[in-house]
């Protein structure tokens, strides 16, 4: 049951961007968004749309009684993706320094303040691949 | 800053989590056939046993009878 948490984490995660991506782009140059933004080519409301549709995916996952686990693990593979975006989005600043909005930091800094993206990528695959018998 | 390799690195991280998973549960529903057949062994083993016992109980009543045969007809 503990394995679920993530999973809900994701889902509330990705329904907050989502909506707020669809009322403004100004979130779309966030460092774990704007990595994102690659899958929506750019477009704030596209991208919405598309958090909007792997929470909902990940949601069906965990309320629908799906007779096979590898059902659950497709319905939560897209927002594993998203993750691993947000999560590479992450890599990439730590790694030059600075914030997908130009704002240069100590790398140290940066990998401090991004690292719980990093996390959730890998506590989701986890999750949905080892704790899959559990959901 | 973002080149095209994060959306790679990410696909290629679904992929293999889809791979292991097909290739996990593939790998669970292998275990579960062997512990079937074991159980299905296990129980034929139990039930020849039986069959052996009652064959052996069987044959002793069999000599009893054909002696109380051989005796009634002198």
Known sequence: ?135 | MNGLWIPLAALIISLATLVFSAISLKGKANGTAVQRMEQRIKFLEEHLERCTERLEACQEENVVLMRKLVAATG
């Open chain 1, 1 to 135: 049951m503990t394995r679920h948490y993530i999973i809900w984490y994701a889902i509330v995660l990705h329904f907050v961007w989502g909506s707020l991506l669809l009322v403004h782009p100004v979130g779309l140059r966030t460092t774990p968004v704007s990595a994102m933004a690659t899958v929506s080519n750019g477009s704030a409301p596209g991208l919405g749309l598309i958090l909007l549709g792997a929470a909902g995916l990940a949601l069906t996952a965990l309320f629908y009684p799906f007779p096979r686990a590898w059902q659950v693990t497709v319905l939560c593979v897209p927002q594993q993706f998203l993750l691993f975006l947000s999560a590479g989005g992450a890599v990439a600043a730590t790694w030059a320094g600075m914030y997908a909005d130009g704002v240069p930091r100590p790398h140290l800094f940066i990998f401090m303040d991004q690292f719980p993206t990093m996390l959730a990528a890998i506590l989701h695959s986890l999750a949905i691949t080892v704790g899959m018998k559990s959901l």
